[in-house]
């Protein structure tokens, strides 16, 4: 039987401001199983973000179960929940959110540097494994600045998947790039994919929601929509060298 990753049972989160309630989410229900692609979509304000959030454990639903692994971690205490992220989460981010003054080796490891369970050698092995497949080892001295968007971008994969995540979260990671590199890192996410991770993203665009297999439709806090689709990624089953 395919394990469950994650499974959402009528998660709802209420945004409170003054005299105002905010429903983002309005009973959630969801299953996401290993190696699964899925792509979150809908139109600005719908609530995928939000739903991203509460995936990321960034966030705490106000009402509703969120299990992860099989485990209860809707109502875990900051500390906890900051835990679990730095080992069973990896993010992608649309601003890429690499640290300036650090290279690009010590962006991947830092990450992993708060796991007690790592030993400084792990650590290096683990980032420069990370790197060597998103083609990025030849840049491990070099600092964001000194690189592309893609190449950033790539990095920021790295930084998701070195610590070897059971899910895999990625928030618009296309956005901020030009129509090759975006190209380029849908084709990275496909070949991660195809190695057996698990990937939950959310898109606005429709071309790169066709990669995945499994669409979901978030319209006002709620899924109106959930199919499996034929991903379109038979052109992009290797890398691309940025």
């Known amino acids: 039987m395919t394990q469950c990753v994650l499974q959402l049972n009528n998660l ?26 899925i792509a979150i979509s809908g139109p600005s304000g719908s609530g995928k973000s939000t739903l991203l959030s509460l995936l990321g454990l960034l966030d705490t639903p106000t009402s509703g179960s969120y299990q992860l692994a099989g485990h209860e971690v809707s109502n875990l205490t900051k500390p906890q929940r900051a835990q679990i992220r730095n080992k069973q989460i990896g993010f992608i981010f649309q601003s890429f959110n690499l640290i300036s003054d650090l290279d690009v080796m010590e962006n991947v490891e830092l990450p992993l540097t708060y796991r007690s369970d790592l030993t400084k050698s792990q650590v290096k092995q683990m980032a420069a494994e990370a790197l060597a497949k998103v083609n990025m080892s030849h840049r491990t001295n070099h600092y964001p600045s000194q690189l ?7 990095v920021a994969i790295a930084r998701a998947i070195a610590g070897a995540p059971s899910l895999i979260l990625a928030d618009e990671p ?7 590199n975006a190209h380029d890192v849908l084709a990275l996410l496909d070949q991660l ?35 499996k689709s034929q991903p379109a990624n038979a052109d992009n089953a290797q890398a691309v060298n940025l």
Request: hydrophobic fraction near 30%; include cysteine; aromatic fraction near 6%.
């Open 12 to 37: 709802c989160k209420v945004f409170y401001s003054d005299d105002l309630e905010t429903h983002a989410l309005n009973n959630i229900s969801l299953q996401v199983f290993k190696q699964e692609y």
């Open 148 to 154: 592309s968007g893609g190449q950033q971008q790539r």
């Open 174 to 180: 296309t956005g901020n790039l030009d129509s090759k």
């Open 193 to 227: 994919h195809q190695e057996g991770a698990t990937i939950c993203m959310v898109t606005h665009d429709p071309r790169s929601a066709q990669r995945a297999q499994r669409n979901i439709e978030v319209l006002d806090g709620r899924i109106v929509s959930d199919h």
